[in-house]
DNA sequence: CCGCAAACATGACGATCATCATGCTTGTGG
DNA sequence: CCACAAGCATGATGATCGTCATGTTTGCGG
């Protein structure tokens, strides 16, 4: 290789996070390939020495969200509190005004829906970040566990998915806060 | 005007509902204004008689499937039994196979959130139907069930989103049948 | 019965975009 | 130390798309 191997491997890392960050503020195809080399400070001629296309691009950004997901996790304790706080920030205000830096279901669920390329590696790590959503979960048996996770996140994805759809921000924050307060009294 | 007035209506109402269609089953960018003109049996041409922008058909394109959406409401009965029969429709594998049927929230949710356009019609339909759903909540407060209105949509639209963002068969009629067993049971 | 304008079709325009072609630059392997 | 190819930039290409221009048809108001 041309460049020292440390190098490409930094920029090849730099174009994938300019594009989870502006794939989920700004959608799939409301974003272009030059857009996400200029933003990993490259021009667009570069990009096919990293990725054999846009989709593939998708792919690996989808991988680097789900990264960055699982730190947000980790970095609360493993029991019920902990557990609420993590709801807690996830239906913040923050969160839903800052969808570049948040979650990948909340920001592209519907667009990866429609994009069979996306679709696999969307389920991959779907698979990945539910069982360690799951591991976080206190106590019952591991089957209880599974669907306590599978609906508790169903139910963050809906409202933060409502929430940024919507124009009012009172009513935005209507459900956020609704859907926060009967994930962290109930059970 | 030149076509009969009845005839120019019911053609608009054809292009609405062909947009309706194929934006809830590809996606507001993977439909192009060509594409909805073919469908609705007419030419590219004619849209501008119609529509001031793809905009503006979105916009009542998104309408129209509200009034879908209040038809099946208006399908059940008002009591626990229809909420639940309700549930059990929109959480089912016929509904996640044809989305272009379908619920918007569920079909279109983060692509109108990257859609500034987009966002005051489906505001304002998202109000429309929540005030149906609720007004359909058997029993408690208006404030509770307004709540009620907002956790339970915002679950059905997460586990929907989410199963149609999935490859794996089986793990989207996981998704479904674990939240519609939350949904159907508990409170 | 006539002229006007609405409705429709064909076709064009300009912009955007993903992808590819080409040539330069420069470090690494030999 | 040298040749090769990886990595990057500039620029081109072909396709798609939203929108507009133009011409034609045809029913409605007068």
Redesign the interface.
């Known amino acids: 290789m041309r460049y020292p191997e440390a190098e490409t491997a930094e920029k090849h890392q730099r174009i994938v996070e300019a594009a989870a960050a502006l794939f989920r503020a ?2 799939l ?2 974003v272009s390939v030059s857009e996400v080399m200029k933003a990993a400070g490259l021009t667009h001629g570069a990009f096919y020495n990293h990725f054999a296309s846009k989709d593939a691009l998708i792919a690996e950004a989808i991988a680097e969200t789900t990264k960055q997901f699982l730190d947000g996790l980790a970095a609360v304790s493993a029991d019920r509190a902990g557990l609420e706080a993590y709801v807690t920030t996830y239906l913040s205000r923050a969160h839903l005004d800052a ?1 570049g830096k948040g979650c990948v ?10 994009d069979p390329a996306a ?2 590696s ?2 991959k790590h ?2 990945i970040l539910l069982t360690a959503f799951l591991s976080r979960f206190p106590g019952k048996s591991a089957a209880a566990t599974r ?1 306590d996770s ?2 508790t ?7 933060m ?2 929430a ?5 921000p009172a ?1 935005a924050e ?2 956020l806060a ?2 926060k ?2 994930l962290t009294t109930a059970n």
């Open positions: 700004r959608g195809s409301g969808p279901m909340a920001a592209l669920a519907t667009e990866i829906a429609h679709k696999p969307f389920t779907f698979n669907k599978i609906q996140v169903s139910t963050m994805v809906g409202a998915v409502l940024r759809a919507t124009d009012d009513l209507e459900i609704t859907v307060h009967g």
